[in-house]
Every structure is written in C-alpha cells, then in structure tokens.
C-alpha cells in the first residue's frame, strides 16, 4: 500500500492493486479499513469504513472493498443503505446495542443486567417501538413522568441509560451527531437518604442477633412456609455472621456475601478481595471482624454459607432480605437497611475523629468526594484543629 499523510496527520495507506480500499491510522494508533468510491459518474467521493485491523483481516477487508466498489459502478450505494438502515433502529434497539455492545464488554455483569431491567421495565413499554431519529424531547419528558408514576429513582436512572445510549449511537452511526432527545429532561429532585445507628441501636440490633441464632423467634401466621405456627425458629449464623461483618468493615453486601475463604487471610487480619465495586479493594480486619470469621461454619467455598454451599456449581448467596426483615423487627428498627450499617460504620469513625482520608480507605472510596458525605458527623478533628490555631492566635493578641 502507498501512504498519504494529510494535514491531520491520520496517516492514509492505498492499496496498490484494488483502487479505493485502503486503511488509516490515527494519531492514537488505531486502525481501520476503508473503500473510497463515487456513487454515480462525477458524482462526490464517499469514503465507507469497512472495520477496525486486527478484528476485520486483510483479506476480507479486500474483499468488503472490491463489493463496494463493484456496487457503486451500478449505481449502488451500499454506505448509504447502511446509514438508512441503521438511521431506522427503534429506541429499544438503540439502547439494546448499547447495553449489549458496549455496557456488557466494559462494565461489571450487575451494571449490564441492572441497565436491562431499565430497558425493559421502563423504556420499552413507552418509547421502545419509536424510531430513535424520530424521538423528541417532548416523547421523552412525557415517557419519564409515566415512569415517574411508578418509581421517581428509577424514572431518573432509565433517562441517563437513554441519554448514554445516544451518545453512544451518535459515536456508532445510528443517529446523528448532536441528535440527544435525552439530554436536559428534568429529572426528579433525590435525596440522599444517610441513616446512621445510634449506640442504643446498634445494642438492640446485637441483643435481636443473639436471640435470632439461640433461641429463635415465634412463628406467626403467614411468616413461614414449612414450619408450624407457634414454633421458634433460628436463623443460620452465617446470616448473623454477615450483618456482624457488614457492621465492623464497612463492607459492601455483595462484598461479604461474594467472599471466599480463599480470599481471607486471618493470620495477618486481611482481606483480598478480587472484584469489588471499585475493582481489586484489600480490607483491613479489626479483631472483632476475625473472631466473626473464625466463628462461621467453613460449609463451601464461601465464607457466607449459601443453600448449595459445599455442593457441585456451589454459588453464592442470593440475599439476607427476610432474616433481616424479622430481625430489625424484633429490634424494632423497621426501615433500616443493610447499606445503613456502611453509613453507620463511617459515622462511627468520624465521630471518634479518625478523619476523611482514614475513613475513605477503610471504606475503599475510589474517589475522595464520595467520602465528603460524612464531612458533617467529622465534628471532633475539625473542632480539635479549631482550637489549636484560635489557641495560638488568642495567645498572640493577648487572650485570656
């Protein structure tokens, strides 16, 4: 192939043999093959990408090229079939190639599946049938306050999938560039919802632990499948080992229950976790959080024993949500959720005056502004640094 090397410095390399095919490289280094043809006599040159090199091999780049072409000597324009075919894609199949073509390749699998369930609880049943490029602001703002009947978070969480998945598609040849319906709906007001136990809580949510796993609650009426009513019922330790773990490391709940033994390190006090929310995240183990770990059954793989530990296709456990439920009843903590045990573990160490910084790592924030949320329980440091300069300064102009 012979080189042209235009002002933009993406480097162009024709192909010796088949006029119009060639590739081009960017100032990043990618490149991609082409076919370079006119659409009819003295027509304008078009240019149609055929694919990236290293995915699409020489030869079938050549050979995409040589059809093209061929085409176009009859009057035939594939790059504009191509482009009227994508141009009528549906909103559902424009945010399903999103999902499917890019969220699924480079996000976590939860992230992909959470962004389907949008798709379809929300996006397709108002607006998924309509063209994309015919989508309007009005369509979209409409389709959001139906949503918004049913679940306002929700409501706003599918509009930012449909704004990413124009993005997207305007990258990728399915709508035009610039054309976002998305983009600037008003979304609904969120606010952050931060619960963080008192002591008086965290002693009750303790007593009703010890109760769950010893004695047992009363079943009532409705409460239970199998068992009779009027029978005490325990619930397994691994259930009360994981609200224990999620209270003394700040742990997220996929977090202790994706746990392997063989990610515990108990003799140094570690724990190596593989694939957190932030990725690779090491968690540092206070005594109380080991002695929990050295008190759970050793059933399966995972620390957190779930209904097919130590079997064949051993998974995880799905979920702690009923023995929670009738745990923070007989506490008499209704509403409390799981993640509130994170809030209440931050709070905790911004009340003793560990400071952000501390708290963030203990936490595995990636990002320092999302430990910012608990600036207002950092009362003591904040209060201790008061004194030490205003000591000073008092102590400079005389003060007593």
Not at 100 to 105: R, S
Not at 267 to 291: E, H, I, N, W, Y
Not at 363 to 388: C, F, I, N, P, W
Request: aromatic share 6%.
């Amino acid at each position: 192939m012979t080189e042209s090397d235009p002002p933009n410095k993406t480097k162009f390399y024709f192909d010796e043999d088949l006029t119009g095919f060639g590739l081009y490289r960017t100032t990043t280094g990618t490149g991609t093959w082409f076919a370079e043809f006119r659409p009819v006599a003295g027509g304008a040159k078009k240019r149609m990408k055929l694919g990236r090199v290293g995915i699409l091999k020489a030869n079938e780049a050549r050979e995409a090229a040589r059809k093209v072409i061929a085409h176009a000597g009859l009057g035939k324009d594939l790059a504009k079939d191509r482009s009227d075919e994508r141009a009528s894609v549906t909103v559902k199949a424009l945010v399903s190639n999103y999902v499917e073509g890019f969220v699924a390749a480079n996000k976590k699998a939860s992230s992909a599946e959470f962004y389907r369930t949008m798709l379809r609880k929300h996006i397709e049943p108002r607006i998924g049938s309509t063209k994309a490029v015919a989508l309007t602001r009005v369509d979209v703002q409409r389709a959001h306050a139906s949503m918004s009947k049913e679940a306002r978070i929700s409501a706003n969480r599918s509009m930012k999938l449909l704004a990413a998945a124009f993005v997207w598609g305007a990258k990728n040849g399915f709508v035009p560039d610039g054309v976002n319906p998305a983009k600037g709906i008003d979304l609904n007001k969120e606010t952050g919802r931060e619960r963080f136990l008192t002591t008086d809580e965290m002693q009750r949510l303790g007593d009703a632990m010890i109760e769950a796993e010893t004695l047992g609650f009363e079943v009532k009426a409705g409460n239970a499948k199998h068992a009779p009513k009027g029978q005490r019922v325990k619930v397994h330790p691994s259930v009360t080992g994981a609200i224990r773990l999620l209270m003394l490391t700040g742990m997220r709940l996929r977090e202790v229950l994706n746990l392997k033994w063989d990610e515990v390190d108990l003799d140094r006090g570690f724990l190596f976790l593989p694939d957190s929310k932030t990725g690779r995240k090491t968690v540092v183990l206070s005594a109380p959080a080991v002695d929990v770990l050295k008190s759970l059954p050793r059933i399966g793989a995972y620390a957190i024993a779930g209904e097919s530990a130590g079997l064949d296709g051993e998974k995880p456990r799905a979920d702690i949500k009923r023995p929670w439920a009738t745990i923070t009843k007989q506490a008499k903590l209704d509403g409390l959720r799981l993640h509130d045990l994170r809030h209440s573990f931050a709070s905790v160490g911004a009340w003793s005056g560990l400071g952000l910084p501390v708290i963030g790592k203990l936490l595995g924030h990636s990002d320092a502004k999302t430990t910012q949320r608990y600036a207002h329980v950092d009362v003591d440091s904040s209060r201790r640094a008061a004194d030490a300069i205003a000591g000073q300064i008092s102590a400079a102009i005389g003060g007593k």
